[in-house]
């Protein structure tokens, strides 16, 4: 590998001080893990109630329409409950020695679920759609549109109790073996830390896109019912497919980069490179990879001549630098 520096010299805002300590963990899970898992399960408790309010009004008053929704809102619940369990499960395994880097991509593993379930909600929507436009079906506007009105104010509501979360996430960690520090940051918390929270933006997603589509369907059946354009409604429900599964590629992309440990940037590894080289040694090997949000590990190869460098100086060097949480060092004389 070439030893061409990525990045230029770290600034001293780029280091933060640690105390040296011997033993470690490897719990890996952002700042704000627990407050976003009580977050997942107020918006669950949320819908829930709505959907077996809708479900109960609908076989009691004979509306259709009503039940539907309220099925449409057992898929919301159920893609929250992914990323809940995913919080919980995460959290109670943090110190399992069987995960060998920890628990926190679990979100990432969640998030990326939970994606290919907003593709398929947009496939189905699209087929609807389209086949609404076909063979266009008379619309019921007394029903339809105070339910569509109905489903906005919840997910209105679900979107206020997820926006105290961090939908990027927070760092907090360690660097192996050697220190334990905690750190705030945003999706990048200008020092290449990557601290998103990706299942949270999964869970803040299903309900932004379901928000989405009920604006739309509001408006298709507005003009649907006041102009006679029974076309709209289904028009409205085709954008609304293109618009979820634009967001469901988007995060597929992110969590799968994640999942299969694709350096998407050389912000980290540039960092790491410099501050090797700046000590006048050769970096021969450079692996470094995200290990959950606000967290990155590092294995280091190094050639030097000065034979009083070990690992040990190496690590002194790199267990300074803001979200490198787990440094491994091989030095070669």
């Given at each position: 590998?070439?030893?061409?520096?990525?990045?230029?010299?770290?600034?001293?805002?780029?280091?933060?001080?640690?105390?040296?300590?011997?033993?470690?963990?490897?719990?890996?899970?952002?700042?704000?893990?627990?407050?976003?898992?009580?977050?997942?399960?107020?918006?669950?408790?949320?819908?829930?109630?709505?959907?077996?309010?809708?479900?109960?009004?609908?076989?009691?008053?004979?509306?259709?329409?009503?039940?539907?929704?309220?099925?449409?809102?057992?898929?919301?619940?159920?893609?929250?409950?992914?990323?809940?369990?995913?919080?919980?499960?995460?959290?109670?395994?943090?110190?399992?020695?069987?995960?060998?880097?920890?628990?926190?991509?679990?979100?990432?593993?969640?998030?990326?679920?939970?994606?290919?379930?907003?593709a398929m909600i947009a496939m189905l929507i699209g087929y609807e759609a389209i086949d609404r436009l076909l063979s266009p079906l008379p619309i019921r506007f007394g029903e339809a549109i105070p339910i569509a009105v109905v489903g906005l104010l919840v997910n209105i509501a679900s979107a206020w109790l997820l926006s105290g979360a961090d939908h990027h996430g927070h760092s907090h960690g360690h660097a192996h073996g050697h220190d334990q520090h905690a750190g705030h940051g945003h999706a990048d918390d200008g020092h290449g830390v990557d601290t998103r929270d990706h299942n949270m933006r999964a869970a803040y997603i299903h309900v932004i896109a379901d928000a989405a589509v009920s604006v739309l369907a509001i408006i298709g059946l507005l003009l649907a019912k006041t102009f006679g354009w029974l076309w709209m409604d289904p028009l409205a429900g085709i954008v609304g497919a293109l618009v979820i599964a634009n967001w469901s590629y988007g995060l597929i992309r992110d969590t799968g980069a994640n999942l299969m440990d694709v350096s998407a940037d050389g912000t980290m590894a540039g960092k790491v490179r410099a501050a090797v080289e700046t000590a006048g040694d050769k970096l021969i090997d450079l692996h470094v990879w995200r290990l959950g949000p606000g967290h990155f590990a590092a294995v280091v190869s190094v050639v030097t001549q000065e034979s009083t460098r070990g690992p040990d100086f190496y690590h002194g060097v790199l267990r300074r630098l803001k979200g490198l949480s787990h440094i491994t060092v091989e030095v070669h004389a």
């Open positions: 590998m070439s030893s061409t520096a990525i990045s230029s010299e770290p600034a001293m805002s780029d280091f933060y001080e640690a105390p040296f300590k011997a033993e470690h963990d490897h719990v890996f899970l952002g700042e704000g893990h627990d407050k976003n898992g009580r977050k997942t399960w107020a918006v669950i408790a949320l819908c829930s109630a709505m959907m077996l309010a809708e479900i109960i009004g609908g076989h009691l008053f004979g509306s259709l329409a009503l039940v539907a929704d309220g099925m449409h809102m057992s898929t919301h619940a159920g893609a929250m409950l992914i990323a809940a369990l995913a919080y919980t499960y995460a959290r109670k395994h943090a110190n399992d020695p069987r995960f060998v880097f920890g628990t926190g991509k679990l979100g990432d593993l969640a998030g990326f679920t939970s994606a290919i379930i907003l």
